[in-house]
Antibody, heavy 119, light 107 residues
Framework: QVRLQESGPGLVKPSETLSLTCTVSGGTIRSYYWSWIRQPPGKGLEWIGDIYYSGSTNYDPSLKRRVTMSVDTSMNQFSLKLSSVTAADTAVYYC?????????????WGQGTLVTVSS | DIQLTQSPSSLSASVGDRVTITCRASQSINSYLNWYQQKPGKAPNLLIYAASSLQSGVPSRFSGRGSGTDFTLTISSLQPEDFATYFCQQTYRTPRTFGQGTKLEIK
């Protein structure tokens, strides 16, 4: 059974960089796309971007200027950095697996981690 | 970006009812439409992919239909565990977008 687990600070100060890591267990990180998705409190789901196991990325245009994703296949992990955060970036952040093929759905999700932006 | 509009935004129903949720895309997305269920404090769970394919382990009372711009998710006979929020999502083109959600509540 594939499992994903997000980790990282739960509190980030305004203007600083949010950093999260997703660890994949029970399966390989190879041959799949991996995504970050967030959900502000009480609101809907927002896709942040994808990274392929090879390292190629695709970001949401509205966040592209502030987002960096990376992958470490040796550790079966991928990561998110979001710079210059504001209160609007407060959300539950999920990592998820895209099935084999860019047009496939998010078939496995992490449990999510709440990141609060506050001084 | 492809916009997805769900209707209704909220719905009250009783156990045993048949309910249908609609998702309309701002342009044709063929059959690249997925449905997720989310319960409070939990991650979304994939129910239906490619418009009408049932994800493994999902009860057969869930079904999906549609192609192009108009899609539906139907629950044939509501069970107590089905009261949750449902989201549609398209994978036709990036950015991957979600509908705003439909909250299904107990009447």
């Amino acid at each position: 059974q594939v499992r994903l687990q997000e980790s990282g600070p739960g509190l980030v100060k305004p203007s600083e960089t949010l950093s999260l890591t997703c660890t994949v267990s029970g399966g390989t990180i190879r041959s799949y796309y991996w995504s970050w998705i967030r959900q502000p409190p009480g609101k809907g789901l927002e896709w942040i971007g994808d990274i392929y196991y090879s390292g190629s990325t695709n970001y949401d245009p509205s966040l592209k200027r502030r987002v960096t994703m990376s992958v470490d296949t040796s550790m079966n992990q991928f990561s998110l950095k979001l710079s210059s955060v504001t209160a609007a970036d407060t959300a539950v952040y999920y990592c998820a697996r895209v099935g084999q093929g860019a047009t496939t759905p998010f078939d496995y999700w992490g449990q999510g981690t709440l990141v609060t932006v506050s001084s | 970006d492809i916009q997805l509009t769900q209707s209704p935004s909220s719905l009250s129903a009783s156990v045993g009812d048949r309910v249908t949720i609609t998702c309309r895309a701002s342009q044709s997305i063929n059959s690249y439409l997925n449905w997720y269920q989310q319960k409070p404090g939990k991650a979304p769970n994939l129910l239906i992919y490619a418009a009408s394919s049932l994800q493994s382990g999902v009860p057969s009372r869930f079904s999906g239909r549609g192609s192009g711009t108009d899609f539906t998710l139907t629950i044939s006979s509501l069970q107590p565990e089905d009261f949750a929020t449902y989201f549609c999502q398209q994978t036709y083109r990036t950015p991957r977008t979600f509908g705003q959600g439909t909250k299904l509540e107990i009447k």
